[in-house]
């Protein structure tokens, strides 16, 4: 079973900048996919950005530019920055690996940010 673990969550101030890391037990240059969504309160889970086994980078609507997804193959990390935060940034972010054949799809346990106003 393959686990993804993430960290750097927290508490943040608008305009502030902010790093999440998520740890994967398997090799993620092995997976089809990696990336991120996000859920906040009283709202249905959304993507946020994304990168393909060949370092392509996909970013939802209005997410480019603020948002960044990077990944380092050898220590199995995905990261996601996010700079000049706003206080509707604030959610639980989530962080997952898909594989295509077969389908499946593994989630990491959630980071909430919080942006204070």
């Known amino acids: 079973q393959v686990q993804l673990v993430e960290s750097g969550g927290g508490l943040v101030e608008t305009g502030g900048t902010l790093k999440l890391s998520c740890a994967s037990s398997r090799r993620i240059a092995s997976f089809n996919f990696v990336g991120w969504y996000r859920q906040a309160a009283g709202k249905e889970r959304e993507m946020v950005a994304r990168?393909?086994?060949?370092?392509?980078?996909e970013y939802a609507d209005n997410k480019e530019g603020r948002f960044t997804i990077s990944k380092d193959n050898g220590r199995n990390i995905i990261y996601l920055n996010v700079a000049n935060l706003k206080p509707e940034d604030t959610a639980v972010y989530y962080c997952y690996a898909a594989d295509v054949t077969p389908p499946r799809t593994f989630w990491g346990q959630g980071a909430q940010v919080t942006v204070s106003s």
């Open positions: 990168m393909t086994d060949g370092g392509r980078r």
